[in-house]
């Protein structure tokens, strides 16, 4: 049994406009599974379905052989799935900290639980450490991505979704994040990333599929897909 | 000289209660974007409700205030159900239904209160027994003092809890955020529940602190409520301290007008600086978030 099943999904966000078109797509446990596609594809709007935020029009999401398509976003990362929005979404006044413990909240238990859990983070990412007081806002963009992946895990998640965690930064911080996403895989975490950077997301992954336009046009591991004379031209730029 | 002293002091007192109603209403704006403006209409049915406890059903004081301003968080629980729940919690920022619910809710309260307790002003039991403190030459009564005391301490209590608590921080991230709030294990619906608790109790609050200072009657919410919700506007609408000094802001410069103007000017002092601050500074003194949300 998958991890994470998704049978014949469609989804939007008006009734009767359907953004995603009859999705299947599978993440195995210990999986980095990347789904690449171009702007306005669909690649966000997958992620949130997954985690409550779009209700489906049809089709199944099934984590750990369990329907969660009823369930509200709050209830979905309880159960171990943990999305990382496009676009930070830090609590801009609030401290590092402070939104670091935050992320804790779904684990409903005491300060001192969370906060050994704060101290693991720091260890994976030290520059948070040093920011700890700082407000969100204040952090460079390659801190906050960092910060809202590291909110991301305090809620001690099995499947972790990753919304184009590269975006806005610098090639050099890019290959960190990467880098790290590959060092999450080795944590432990499966991963289901979505990018644009086809090159880069398909290369870490176990498994990929191509999203256009809301239709997985293409699937297969990771390597495969960077062969393909389709994806080459398309999103490779060769 | 000590006149001004005097009426300065007199002002802190109305102030305070004008502070405490503008951060009933700032931190209910603030997750749900819902401007309370039946606030002192549930200040003034929470009152009435202590009244009846302590005169007609002879429940102690301390009892029958506790006992009310639970019926005032209630109240406001039920309200944010009424308002809420015709709309969802999604775009509220853009929707304005709650703007005639509220009304309504309003008109309510008010016939509510005629028909229960009577269209006549009563007098408030004094719970606070009728003395004055003097402090140098200036004179208060208890009762001023007594709301200084409660309105400073609800203050500090509100701050501790934004600053040092993991619900405050939980409201202010409803607030800024509520997808990504979502996403980490926070119901936004059951944070926006508090926001409205924590409103009613302050309701409930201010409306006993001010029972002995006016009368009790039906319409004893409107005016303070109006004012109230000024101060919130002039410190910017979802700041908490920007709402205090608004209302303290307030409080003073009526009590001062006081000492040249008759007393029926006073509400046009608070609603004229509010409009010669907002044209100078549309978010108010503190503000910033309307500009972010609109
Ligand atoms: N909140 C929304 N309401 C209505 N339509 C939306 C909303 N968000 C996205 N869409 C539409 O859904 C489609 C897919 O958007 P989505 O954000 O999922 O694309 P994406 O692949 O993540 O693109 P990008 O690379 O730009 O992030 C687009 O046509 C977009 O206009
Ligand atoms: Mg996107």
Same mark, same amino acid.
């Given at each position: 049994?998958?991890?994470?099943?998704?049978?014949?999904?469609?989804?939007?966000?008006?009734?009767?406009v359907p953004v995603l078109k009859n999705i299947s797509l599978s993440v195995e446990e210990g999986e980095i599974v990347s789904v690449i596609g171009s702007n306005g594809a669909g690649k966000s709007t997958l992620l949130k379905t997954i985690a409550g935020l779009?209700?489906?029009?049809?089709?199944?999401?099934?984590?750990?052989?369990?329907?969660?398509?009823?369930?509200?976003?709050?209830?979905?990362?309880?159960?171990?799935?943990?999305?990382?929005?496009?676009?930070?979404?830090?609590?801009?006044?609030?401290?590092?900290?402070?939104?670091?413990?935050?992320?804790?909240?779904?684990?409903?238990?005491?300060?001192?639980?969370?906060?050994?859990?704060?101290?693991?983070?720091?260890?994976?990412?030290?520059?948070?450490?040093?920011?700890?007081?700082?407000?969100?806002?204040?952090?460079?963009?390659?801190?906050?991505?960092?910060?809202?992946?590291?909110r991301g895990l305090m809620s001690k998640p099995k499947l972790l979704l990753l919304d184009e965690p590269s975006l806005g930064l610098a090639p050099k911080i890019i290959q960190e994040v990467f880098q790290l996403v590959k060092e999450l895989k080795k944590m432990?975490?499966?991963?289901?990333?979505?990018?644009?950077?086809?090159?880069?997301?398909?290369?870490?992954?176990?498994?990929?599929?191509?999203?256009?336009?809301?239709?997985?046009?293409?699937?297969?591991?990771?390597?495969?897909?960077?062969?393909?004379?389709?994806?080459?031209?398309?999103?490779?730029?060769? | 000289?000590?006149?001004?002293?005097?009426?300065?002091?007199?002002?802190?007192?109305?102030?305070?209660?004008?502070?405490?109603?503008?951060?009933?209403?700032?931190?209910?704006?603030?997750?749900?974007?819902?401007?309370?403006?039946?606030?002192?209409?549930?200040?003034?049915?929470?009152?009435?409700?202590?009244?009846?406890?302590?005169? $007609? =059903?002879?429940?102690?004081?301390? *009892? +029958?205030?506790?006992?009310? /301003?639970?019926? !005032?968080?209630?109240?406001? #629980?039920?309200?944010?159900?009424?308002?809420?729940?015709?709309?969802?919690?999604?775009?509220?920022?853009?929707?304005?239904?709650?703007?005639?619910?509220?009304?309504?809710?309003?008109?309510?309260?008010?016939?509510?209160?005629?028909?229960?307790?009577?269209?006549?002003?009563?007098?408030?039991?004094?719970?606070?027994?009728?003395?004055?403190?003097?402090?140098?030459?200036?004179?208060?009564?208890?009762?001023?003092?007594?709301?200084?005391?409660?309105?400073?301490?609800?203050?500090?209590?509100?701050?501790?809890?934004?600053?040092?608590?993991?619900?405050?921080?939980?409201?202010?991230?409803?607030?800024?955020?509520?997808?990504?709030?979502?996403?980490?294990?926070?119901?936004?619906?059951?944070?926006?529940?508090? $926001? =409205?608790?924590?409103?009613?109790? *302050? +309701?409930?609050?201010?409306? /006993?602190?001010? !029972?002995?200072?006016?009368? #009790?009657?039906?319409?004893?919410?409107?005016?303070?409520?109006?004012?109230?919700?000024?101060?919130?506007?002039?410190?910017?609408?979802?700041?908490?301290?920007?709402?205090?000094?608004?209302?303290?802001?307030?409080?003073?410069?009526?009590?001062?007008?006081?000492?040249?103007?008759?007393?029926?000017?006073?509400?046009?002092?608070?609603?004229?600086?509010?409009?010669?601050?907002?044209?100078?500074?549309?978010?108010?003194?503190?503000?910033?978030?309307?500009?972010?949300?609109?």
């Amino acid at each position: 049994m998958a991890l994470l099943d998704i049978n014949n999904l469609f989804a939007g966000y008006e009734p009767g406009v359907p953004v995603l078109k009859n999705i299947s797509l599978s993440v195995e446990e210990g999986e980095i599974v990347s789904v690449i596609g171009s702007n306005g594809a669909g690649k966000s709007t997958l992620l949130k379905t997954i985690a409550g935020l779009v209700k489906p029009f049809s089709g199944e999401i099934r984590y750990r052989g369990e329907s969660i398509v009823r369930l509200p976003p709050y209830q979905i990362v309880k159960r171990g799935i943990s999305l990382v929005p496009e676009g930070r979404q830090l609590f801009s006044d609030l401290t590092v900290y402070q939104n670091l413990f935050l992320g804790g909240y779904s684990l409903k238990t005491n300060k001192s639980k969370i906060e050994e859990e704060i101290r693991e983070k720091e260890k994976l990412f030290p520059i948070l450490k040093e920011r700890r007081t700082q407000r969100a806002s204040t952090l460079s963009g390659g801190e906050q991505q960092m910060l809202t992946i590291a909110r991301g895990l305090m809620s001690k998640p099995k499947l972790l979704l990753l919304d184009e965690p590269s975006l806005g930064l610098a090639p050099k911080i890019i290959q960190e994040v990467f880098q790290l996403v590959k060092e999450l895989k080795k944590m432990g975490y499966s991963i289901l990333l979505v990018e644009q950077l086809a090159n880069q997301a398909l290369h870490i992954a176990d498994k990929g599929y191509v999203l256009e336009q809301g239709k997985i046009i293409l699937s297969g591991s990771g390597e495969e897909l960077r062969k393909d004379p389709n994806v080459k031209e398309a999103y490779l730029g060769v | 000289m000590s006149d001004i002293i005097q009426s300065l002091a007199a002002g802190l007192a109305m102030g305070a209660i004008y502070a405490l109603i503008a951060l009933g209403i700032n931190i209910i704006f603030s997750t749900s974007s819902i401007v309370n403006f039946a606030f002192g209409d549930l200040a003034m049915i929470s009152t009435f409700i202590s009244f009846s406890l302590m005169s $007609t =059903f002879h429940v102690p004081p301390v *009892l +029958a205030v506790l006992l009310s /301003i639970a019926a !005032g968080m209630a109240i406001s #629980l039920l309200m944010q159900v009424v308002v809420i729940r015709p709309i969802g919690i999604h775009n509220l920022e853009n929707r304005f239904e709650w703007l005639l619910i509220l009304l309504g809710i309003s008109i309510i309260f008010k016939n509510l209160a005629r028909i229960i307790w009577g269209p006549r002003p009563r007098a408030y039991p004094n719970i606070f027994n009728d003395s004055n403190v003097t402090i140098g030459n200036v004179h208060l009564s208890t009762q001023e003092l007594w709301i200084l005391i409660v309105a400073i301490a609800i203050m500090v209590i509100i701050e501790w809890m934004n600053r040092s608590t993991r619900l405050g921080w939980a409201i202010q991230a409803t607030s800024m955020n509520k997808e990504a709030a979502s996403l980490i294990g926070i119901n936004p619906l059951r944070i926006i529940s508090y $926001t =409205f608790l924590i409103g009613g109790g *302050l +309701a409930a609050v201010t409306g /006993i602190l001010i !029972g002995p200072v006016t009368f #009790l009657s039906p319409e004893m919410g409107t005016m303070v409520g109006l004012k109230g919700f000024s101060a919130a506007l002039l410190g910017g609408v979802g700041s908490p301290r920007g709402g205090i000094a608004g209302g303290f802001m307030i409080g003073i410069c009526e009590a001062l007008a006081s000492l040249f103007l008759p007393a029926d000017y006073a509400p046009a002092i608070a609603f004229g600086i509010l409009i010669l601050v907002l044209l100078i500074k549309p978010t108010g003194l503190f503000g910033r978030t309307i500009i972010e949300k609109v």
